[in-house]
Every structure is written in C-alpha cells, then in structure tokens.
Nanobody
Framework: EVQLQASGGGSVQAGGSLNLSCAISGAPLSDLAIGWFRQCPGKERESVSCIKDELTHYATSVKGRFTISSDNTDNIVYLQMNSLKYEDTAVYYC??????????????????WGQGTLVTVSS
C-alpha cells in the first residue's frame, strides 16, 4: 500500500519561504502522480500543484511563487514555497494516485493521502 508522510510546515511571516516534503513509500514515484492540496477551515480542499514525470501544474494563485519537484531516488516530492502570503495559510496535504492527466487537479483522482502539515503565514 502506498503511504505518504508530509512535513515541513510551520509559521512564517509574509514574504518568507517554506519547503514542504512528501515522502512516499510502497510504490516508485515513476508509477505515480503526486499532488499537493491545501485546505482552510470551512473551505473545500483545493489543488496547489501536481507532478507526474516531467509534467507539472500550478494553481494560478501560486504560479511563480511555488515550485514542485521530485527526487525519484529517495521517493520524495518537494513543494518550495516562496513569497508566502497570508492567504497561503492552510493545512497542506500531499496525495498519490494514477490519474489520467486531465484529472490531476481533482482530489477525487488521488487514492492515497498524507496526514497534512500546517502552514501559517502572518501578515
């Protein structure tokens, strides 16, 4: 079974940076698409970024500030978050699955989820 462990969250001031990590076990990264999602209280979980092989996608709200990357040797996916804004505050989740490309931004496309890591950005 695929398992994911997200880490790297914390509290930063606006303009700061954090680097989230998602360690995947149970399957090689080459077999999987990995998505980063975030959720604020009372809101739906939304796609932040996703990666499958060389294909990446970013939500409009984070494009140019966040970078997703993968280390296939260590089976880790990173989300480097720069120029953080107050509205980036959320619990961030990584997810794994084998979606078709056109569905990679949907939560329903992923079968396995990590436990979430909290990112708090103060203004």
């Amino acid at each position: 079974e695929v398992q994911l462990q997200a880490s790297g969250g914390g509290s930063v001031q606006a303009g700061g940076s954090l680097n989230l990590s998602c360690a995947i076990s149970g399957a090689p990264l080459s077999d999987l698409a990995i998505g980063w999602f975030r959720q604020c209280p009372g809101k739906e979980r939304e796609s932040v970024s996703c990666i499958k092989d060389e294909l990446t996608h970013y939500a409009t709200s984070v494009k140019g500030r966040f970078t997703i990357s993968s280390d296939n040797t260590d089976n880790i996916v990173y989300l480097q978050m720069n120029s953080l804004k107050y509205e980036d505050t959320a619990v961030y989740y990584c997810a794994a699955g084998r979606p078709i490309i056109t569905t990679m931004r949907r939560t329903s496309a992923y079968d396995y989820w990590g436990q979430g890591t909290l990112v708090t950005v103060s203004s």
